[in-house]
């Protein structure tokens, strides 16, 4: 659905503590040696302090570009010289609230490194070794249009880096039969925060490899990904479908990620019972051929309406009617109103870069660049009714400006010895809210939306909801030790093992450098 239209807190490190960067400089920076580049010009640090969200300016102390790991291990290990010097990777600036930031620290650019134009692929192995600074799209086009192979499991916008989503998890509508992407990586290569450059996997180095997967870049930085690789299909049927009710919506979604046989992708949405041409009913149909008639509405629908979006991979070979049977046959008793159904057909690498084109319209429109607060959670099973009557059908009655999205995922299908932490049950849904401001947005809307995002952490809060921020971002370690539940001491052991020194992610604002609380 984040085809169809296209986190904040205020902690800081105490200016106080943090050495000027001139000081820096001198004491450390001179003697750095690396291969690729060092770069302290106010534009390009400027937009290092910069990211998708656009909520936060911070200032580094220069930008890295690094010709390949070895880059990324010498600069960490020069840091780990200073009393203060924090490094924190990035990859293509798509996080919310600054958590790829660092304060008078250094900025990686991943996405310049040397090794990201190397993937390599095993067709007999059936994996791609992957730079972790590669943008997934790159991935997707060297893998299909040179092996006929893809990714199993992917996130809806392909232009984040590997070691960006692997860091956090990356999750779309493949993962509730693949789990998400961190769960389809075999091997990785990682600099630790004590500058090792380490290779690690399930069976060598687990406890870094696992620590990694999903550990908000607090333990390392990842150079190197292998990933697993599947026969990539030639076309895709891409159908959504409207409901009223919820319980029949998320009925429906539960049995498709539940069923050993089912489509390939299911996601789905919440959207706004009007003409909105944002938030409301045209925002369901596919192209522009498509109309939504709203007369085929119970007369007693609500507020708000519910979308599921599925899609179903096929080849060139396949006849329409076979396709068409196993569409009928998938959907079975589903309950969705009738005639408010849309489907079409494309191509497999189309649809999984639909929104690139998205993108390209919202840049044009100029907002793209302006900020984002956007708000992502988990939310179990068992409270997620309660969240739709709370919040969907009353506080965002009237929509975000973006896509609502709220969709099942399969517990079982996420490797617990990862960092991810999730509710409790083996089913629990994505809510993903994606609102967007127009391109010059005053102060105090950006505050609206930030107020209305908080009152709904709180009232699920108020109501003892089972949930967890996915990307997640807190004010305070007492937050960030109730988010992590009982998997807190594991993640401060991780971190006093693996990066002891508090160098790495300093955005996270988790650890303090040279003090894990």
Request: hydrophobic fraction near 40%; charged fraction near 20%; include cysteine.
């Amino acid at each position: 659905m984040l085809a169809c239209l296209v986190e904040r807190f205020v902690a800081e490190n105490d200016a106080d503590s943090i050495p000027e960067p001139e000081k820096i400089d001198d004491g450390v920076l001179k003697d750095l040696d690396i291969e690729g580049s060092i770069d302290y010009g106010l534009t390009v640090t400027g937009l290092a302090g910069k990211d998708f969200g656009g909520m936060y300016a911070v200032k580094p102390l220069a930008v890295i570009r690094p010709a390949g790991a070895d880059d990324v291990a010498r600069v960490i290990r020069q840091a780990l010289h200073s009393p203060s010097l924090t490094v924190a990777a990035r990859g293509n600036g798509h996080s919310i609230n600054g958590q790829a930031m660092a304060h008078h620290g250094l900025v990686i650019n991943m996405k310049s490194m040397g090794d990201n134009n190397r993937i390599d692929v095993s067709v007999s192995a059936m994996y791609a070794d992957v730079g972790g600074g590669a943008l997934w799209a790159d991935v997707l086009k060297r893998c299909v249009l040179g092996y006929g192979l893809a990714p199993t499991s992917w996130t809806d916008y392909l232009d984040l880096t590997v070691g960006g989503t692997l860091s956090n998890a990356g999750v779309s509508g493949q993962a509730f039969r693949y789990g998400p992407q961190t769960s389809t990586v075999t091997e990785l290569e990682v600099v630790t925060g004590n500058g090792e450059r380490t290779v690690c996997s399930n069976s060598q180095n687990s406890e870094l490899f696992f620590s990694v997967l999903g550990g908000l870049g607090q333990f390392g930085i990842i150079t190197r990904a292998r990933i697993l690789l599947q026969p990539a299909p030639d076309m895709v049927r891409w159908i959504r479908v409207v409901y009223s009710e919820f319980d029949e919506f998320t009925r429906d979604a539960e049995l498709l990620v539940m069923s050993p046989e089912s489509f390939d992708y299911v996601e789905g949405f919440v959207f706004v019972n009007s003409d909105d041409p944002v938030n409301g009913w045209p925002s369901v149909p596919l192209d522009s051929n498509h109309s939504f008639d709203p007369t085929h509405l119970p007369t007693n629908t609500g507020p708000v309406l519910y979308c599921l979006e599925v899609a179903l991979h096929y080849h060139n070979h396949d006849h329409p009617s076979t396709v068409n049977m196993m569409v009928e046959k998938l959907f079975g008793r589903s309950r969705f109103i009738e005639h408010l159904r849309f489907e079409i057909d494309l191509n497999y690498m189309d649809f999984l870069l639909r929104v690139k084109r998205v993108e390209q319209m919202a840049r044009d429109n100029g907002i793209w660049d302006a900020p984002h607060p956007w708000l992502n959670m988990f939310v179990s099973k068992r409270d997620i009714a309660a969240f739709n009557r709370i919040v969907f059908q009353n506080i965002l009655k009237d929509g975000i400006n973006g896509p609502m999205l709220t969709y099942p995922l399969i517990r079982s299908k996420w490797d617990n010895r990862s960092s991810v932490v999730l509710p409790q049950g083996e089913i629990f849904y994505l809510v993903a809210l994606l609102r967007f401001s127009h391109a010059h947005p005053k102060e105090s809307e950006i505050n609206e939306m930030v107020a209305q995002n908080q009152e709904i952490l709180q009232t699920c809060i108020n109501n003892g909801f089972d949930f967890k921020l996915y990307l997640p971002h807190y004010k305070s370690t007492e937050e960030w030790k109730k988010h992590f539940g009982d998997q807190w001491g594991r993640f401060v052991e991780r971190k006093s093992q693996f990066d002891p020194k508090a160098i790495l992610a300093p955005g996270q604002k988790i650890f303090t450098r040279n003090h894990l609380l």
